[in-house]
């Protein structure tokens, strides 16, 4: 307890670090990041099989009858409960983002042979302590170590946090990234932090607005079992809504029969729901906050995309039709210079305002001109194979369409040179 008013300033302190190291980025240090997760759940299982060992009685709740009993003797209890319980899982928001770094089998071989056996035997062995000791109800956690131990465990907890924190801020860059490339976002600065994986990236914008509303967080909540009822419906709420994209994905893009649909989600989609619904009671105590967040980039994202289709279509009904424009300007030819030139067109077939610029004040032609117009798709990757669109426009003047999926990396000169 004499430590407890350095939590909230030594919180600040991590924090500024795990940001301002971001624009470094991670490349150095991540290959650290992997063996010392490894010791942290050997650890976590290794202090929970302890406790088992010692009141082994705990391993009764492996029988379903208890819970059965619970729920049917106490139903309203077990709804409040869901939410607090979906907190055993927390992390598994962040999916989305690694499966894109690392693809679905590690993920598998990771939860399965390692993850999930270590945590079950560390929440074992805290049932464990409390069946002992129910005074330990106070923290659990810590209170599974001896003395002696307690402070490398908490520096061991602050590192492996640290290291959860920068997967899911990587994941957010990620993220973002794909955002923008679908046209949600508008173009923000995206710096690259290493020269071997492109995966690696680093958005300020998104860095920095982290930081703030993490400070927010860190001043309105102030524990982090205040900062629970928050966290649960977040994760709840990415849950329901990956299950509901699930059901559109396989029903209008894999194109299955709607009843085999409904069945591969309708059960998750109801246990979703069930743990949704129950952290939803903690609105008044914190979970406002996530949703406010979350209905503010909803409405930030929907809104630019209207506007940019608005944009779009304006561009579109007021451009000039590069076939016939070229037809014209041939028919008195200008003086053609040696030499390529690439003209970028926001939409195949306009006349960009660079070459009309170009004619107006230069009055000259590059020997060959390529018209060149970026379209990203609603896809992950699109093969180098189906990357371009070549047309001839006639006069040595080509039309090039260069397609990206949202997780390519567009690299517009290479494209060029193919």
């Known amino acids: 307890h004499r430590f407890h008013h350095w939590i909230i300033p030594l919180t600040l302190v991590v924090l500024c670090g795990i940001f ?72 598994a928001e962040a999916l989305y983002a690694d ?44 209170l599974m170590v001896p003395p002696w131990a307690l402070v490398p465990m908490v520096l061991l907890s602050t590192v492996a946090t640290i290291i959860a924190s920068q997967a899911l801020i990587t994941g957010a860059f990620s993220v973002t990234k794909q955002v923008i490339q679908l046209g949600y976002l508008p173009r923000l600065r995206v710096l690259h932090t290493s020269v071997r994986q492109t995966g690696q990236i680093y958005i ?20 982090s079992g205040n900062l629970a009822h928050a966290y649960g419906i977040a994760v709840c709420a990415v849950m329901v809504i990956t299950t509901v994209l699930t ?52 409405v930030l994202m929907m809104t630019w995309r209207e506007g940019r289709q608005i944009l779009n279509d304006k561009l579109r009904a007021d451009a000039i039709d590069l076939p016939g424009f070229l037809e014209a300007v041939f028919v008195t030819p200008p003086m053609r210079v040696a030499g390529t ?13 660079a070459l009309l610029h170009n004619l107006k004040h230069n009055k000259v032609l590059h020997e060959q001109n390529l018209f060149v117009t970026i379209q990203s798709h609603e896809v992950p990757w699109i093969g180098l194979d189906k990357r371009l669109d070549i047309e001839s426009l006639g006069h040595d003047c080509w039309q090039v369409v260069v397609h990206y999926g949202f997780k390519n990396e567009p690299d517009l000169p290479r494209a060029i040179q193919q």
């Open 341 to 353: 030139a690439v003209f970028l067109t926001a939409e195949k077939g306009a006349v960009p305002n």
């Open 247 to 298: 059901f559109f994905v396989i029903r209008y893009s894999w194109k299955l029969p709607l009843a085999v649909c409904i069945l591969a989600t309708g059960l998750f989609f109801v246990v979703d729901l069930a743990f949704f619904s129950s952290a939803m009671l903690k609105v008044v105590d914190g979970g406002w906050f996530p949703l406010l967040i979350g209905f503010g980039i909803f």
């Open 99 to 142: 499966m894109g770094h690392f693809g679905k089998r590690p993920i598998r071989v990771a939860w399965f042979a390692m993850v999930m056996p270590t945590l079950t035997l560390n929440y074992f062995g805290q049932g464990a302590l409390l069946l002992a000791n129910p005074a330990a109800v106070k923290n659990p956690f810590y």
């Open 20 to 91: 301002w190291i971001q624009k470094h980025g991670t490349a150095g240090i991540g290959r650290f990041f992997g063996p010392i997760m490894v010791f942290w759940f050997l650890v976590l299982g290794g202090t929970g099989l302890l406790q088992i060992v010692q009141n082994p009685e705990i391993l009764r709740a492996l029988n379903p009858i208890y819970a059965a009993r619970f729920i049917v003797s106490n139903p309203l209890l077990t709804f409040m409960i869901l939410g607090a319980l979906v907190l055993c899982v927390t992390g």
């Open 204 to 223: 300020p914008f998104v860095n920095w607005s982290l930081f703030a509303l993490i400070l927010l967080a860190v001043m309105l909540f102030k524990t």
